[in-house]
């Protein structure tokens, strides 16, 4: 089933091949940063098989997006579509493509972690939309997960998180600060950025310990 779809795709993104991971990649902060020291940089996934896909794909497919509401109101269907994330894999599991949309910040606080999830949400998104275009594309064979990665949240940046009540995406910060992980349901999400299809996304949270700019985990702990 992944053959396939790898197949296709290359054939019809020849420029944004996919590449073939056998062992390790890497996931790299794509943003450019002055200083860099204390800056988390890269996350290394370990004991992985299937392919990586160039970010750029999504980069570049967003200025369609932000072109597509100029001089007209900017509406959370609009805005989510501009946001791109650090990396992208998939492998296969148990008959199903699962793809994994990843992002890396410095530190927790609820704006990069919210704007990390609007990141994965929106590359998610855009990439689905991409394949969708093969006819050997089924949505049914096919599982989004993201993966957001950050340095250990500060006592300080807990408690702000923890304090949170209704503020947009507070819930979305403590259960992630608290269980690692988030369900998002494709009823809500569909809600939200009417009139966007989007699909169930389950994330996960890395902890990162604070002042390393580089960390690897196994594939195991975020299948």
């Not at 991971?21 to 943003?31: H, M, V």
């Not at 004991?47 to 369609?64: A, L, R, V, Y």
């Not at 100029?70 to 509406?75: A, M, S, V, Y």
Request: hydrophobic residues 35%; aromatic residues 10%.
């Amino acid at each position: 089933m992944i053959d396939r779809l790898i197949k296709d795709f290359n054939k019809l993104y020849p420029a944004y091949k996919a590449e073939s991971i056998n062992g390790s990649c890497d996931i790299e902060e794509t943003e450019h940063v002055i200083d860099s020291i204390g800056q988390f940089r890269k996350l290394t996934i370990n004991h992985i098989s299937g392919w990586q896909f160039p970010n750029s794909i999504i980069k570049d497919n967003t200025s369609f997006y932000s072109k597509s509401h100029r001089n007209n109101e900017l509406k959370p269907c609009h805005e989510i579509l501009t946001k791109d994330c650090d990396g992208i894999y998939c492998i296969e599991k148990e008959d199903k493509i699962v793809f994994y949309f990843c992002e890396l910040k410095s530190s927790f606080t609820s704006q990069n972690i919210i704007k990390a999830k609007d990141q994965i949400v929106g590359s998610a998104l855009k990439f689905v939309g991409l394949l969708g275009m093969m006819k050997c594309f089924e949505m049914e064979n096919i599982v989004v997960k993201g993966v957001i990665a950050s340095h250990k949240a500060e006592i300080e940046q807990r408690n702000a998180i923890l304090h949170l009540r209704n503020e947009k995406g507070g819930k979305f910060c403590k259960d992630l600060l608290v269980n690692k992980t988030y369900k998002m349901p494709h009823q809500k999400c569909m809600e939200y950025w009417d009139p966007l299809y989007c699909m169930d996304i389950d994330i996960t949270y890395i902890c990162v310990p604070n002042k390393q700019q580089a960390f690897s985990i196994d594939i195991a702990s975020i299948i």
